[in-house]
């Protein structure tokens, strides 16, 4: 079964534009992970934020994660047509080294 | 350096038969994992090898599903009397030690079509 559920499904906006995608999960966390996935193959890691930490910045990403509303947030800021591809979010809990995946939001920049 | 491999990239198979798909994790990483995931789904895990050793089994569907490790390093995945609904990308992944707060590096996976 899957613990994250994105928000929303699919997104379509103009290059230049801000993303931003949504997350939430349903039991206590470790640690929270963004990945995109291009063409449904491999899977390239984005950012991971800690169950202590907040937000957290990397280039042109921005999470955020908020443990009382179990739910996070991840941010594409001036998105490119490179940004076009399926983003996930993955979880971990302390003492299962799994992660357990959200069905993915799938990201279209127009140019 | 080299990423996570995985090999066949794509594999045809017809009902019934066996198939082995193979994982080369990243030099020196101890914990290997596999997961799959079905079109338009996110990935599901299957199992995860600390060394030679399945940690974690939990995620196999059912005893035609196998996995072995016997070096520590390359992994394969066996699937026996393949059937249609086992049709679906195979993802391999690894993280240097396997604590939870490790990175897991993704290969490219291996598209698997059961006829």
């Known amino acids: 079964s899957q613990q994250g559920e994105e928000d929303p499904q699919a997104l379509s906006i103009q290059e230049g534009e801000n993303a931003t995608m949504n997350c939430s999960y349903k039991t206590s966390i470790n640690n929270l992970q963004w990945y995109r996935q291009n063409s449904g193959r491999g899977l390239v890691h984005l950012i991971l934020?800690?169950?202590?930490?907040r937000e957290k910045h990397s280039g042109r990403l921005r999470v955020t994660l908020d443990t009382s509303k179990k739910s996070s947030s991840l941010l594409i800021t001036a998105s490119r047509a490179a940004d076009t591809a399926s983003y996930f979010c993955a979880t971990d809990w302390w003492g299962a080294q799994k992660l357990v995946f959200g069905q993915g939001t799938r990201l279209t920049i127009n140019p | 350096g080299a990423g996570v491999s995985q090999t066949p990239s794509n594999k045809v198979t017809e009902k019934g038969k066996y198939v082995e798909l193979r994982c080369d994790p990243i030099?020196?990483?101890?914990?290997l994992y596999w997961y799959r995931q079905s079109l338009g789904q996110g990935p599901e895990f299957l199992i995860y090898f600390q060394g030679t050793g399945a940690a974690d089994d939990s995620g196999l569907p059912n005893d035609r599903f196998f996995a072995v490790r016997p070096e520590g390093s390359v992994s394969t995945l066996k699937i026996q009397r393949t059937e249609r609904g086992d049709s679906a990308v195979y993802l391999c992944?690894?993280?240097?030690?396997?604590?939870?707060?490790?990175?897991?590096?993704f290969g490219p996976g291996t598209r698997l079509l059961v006829l």
């Open positions: 030099s020196g990483h101890t914990a």
């Open positions: 934020i800690r169950s202590n930490e």
């Open positions: 992944a690894s993280s240097l030690q396997g604590g939870g707060m490790e990175t897991q590096y």
